[in-house]
């Protein structure tokens, strides 16, 4: 009968229009928790670009890693949103079949395409401020590769830091006011569609999180081309087949033992995990005791032992939960 109809059709749609609150919900949560990640990898890459031409191997490829993984999120939440659409059009057009009315279009376009997890808009542009990120990082990634390109092994003298030598560098910081002796040139956020980092002059440093693989913003130019210079070096004598090398390289690590030191050999370890499969040339480094054990990549919030796991490498693993690492810890992508 019509009553009975009538009955039918309000508890038909009563249940669509949950469904399409629990869609449109569990889509606003995803969309603002995509948002806030994006804006915290896009401040650590203008973070990143802001601190120059520095070996910045690990920081790029964790970058990389986290902005691949947000393209596959998105990728992921806009097959949710077609497969949604679908679903309510076939439901709707069944509906309509076996009713023998004709609410489709209707109702699609009152309750259905105008909720926000139908707009294809958000996720479009979220895809193209990724694939921006990918392609900026994959050109700083082939600039380090060149920055990485052999040259002289420094004696232990060249990892002196010396006041001479920065006046040399940098004459013109003797002359300027204390206050604005390291102000560098910054990198700021722009607005514009096709450039997502602009040359600025912003007045405040930047700093890195203590104990991250992300820190050690230097304050002289000298000593950060010595400690650049010197960490590729030593990154190649541990990758190189010979040990001497490495060994002394080590000992003027051990000798001076400053904070760039330390942050430095920390770096180096985070990429042995991945790049030098020698075990005894990674207890070399551990041997030293210089490197941070605790440290961790606040990129995508793992632990040396989560990069030592996850490579294979037994010795750095073992002397990463022997050092404090909580091995049952998360990274950000629960894992």
Not at 118 to 144: G, M, P, R, W, Y
Request: with cysteine; aromatic share 6%; hydrophobic share 35%.
């Amino acid at each position: 009968s019509q009553r009975r109809l009538q009955t039918v059709k309000a508890a038909f749609f009563f249940q669509v229009d949950r469904e399409l609150e629990k869609v449109n919900l569990f889509y606003l949560q995803k969309e603002a928790d995509t948002k806030v990640r994006l804006k915290s990898l896009i401040e650590k890459q203008r973070a990143l670009r802001i601190r120059g031409p520095r070996n910045r191997t690990a920081t790029i490829r964790a970058l990389r890693e986290a902005f691949l993984n947000s393209r596959h999120d998105l990728d992921k939440l806009q097959n949710f949103v077609e497969i949604n659409n679908t679903g309510f059009r076939k439901i709707l057009k069944k509906w309509d079949k076996r009713s023998k009315s004709s609410t489709k279009e209707l109702y699609l376009a009152r309750q259905v395409d105008v909720q926000p997890c139908f707009n294809q808009e958000i996720i479009a542009e979220f895809s193209d401020t990724v694939t921006k990120c990918l392609s900026e990082l994959e050109h700083a990634l082939e600039e380090e590769t060149e920055h990485m390109a052999p040259t002289k092994m420094p004696s232990q003298l060249d990892l002196i830091s010396t006041p001479s030598l920065h006046s040399a560098l940098r004459p013109q910081i003797a002359d300027r006011p204390a206050a604005l002796a390291f102000k560098e040139p910054r990198l700021v956020l722009s607005q514009e569609p096709n450039s997502p980092f602009t040359l600025g002059t912003d007045a405040d440093d930047v700093s890195a999180t203590p104990g991250s693989t992300g820190f050690l913003v230097d304050p002289g130019l000298s000593g950060s081309i010595q400690i650049d210079r010197s960490e590729t070096e030593l990154f190649k004598a541990l990758h190189s087949e010979a040990t001497q090398p490495a060994l002394d390289l080590l000992k003027a690590y051990m000798d001076q033992r400053t904070a760039l030191q330390k942050a430095s050999a920390t770096r180096v370890l985070w990429r042995a995990c991945s790049e030098i499969k020698s075990p005894d040339k990674q207890q070399m480094l551990l041997d030293t005791g210089l490197a941070d054990l605790r440290s961790t990549d606040d990129i995508n919030e793992r632990t040396l032992a989560h990069e030592a796991a996850i490579h294979g490498s037994l010795v750095i693993l073992r002397a990463a939960v022997k050092g404090g690492c909580d091995a049952d810890e998360p990274d950000y992508y629960a894992r």
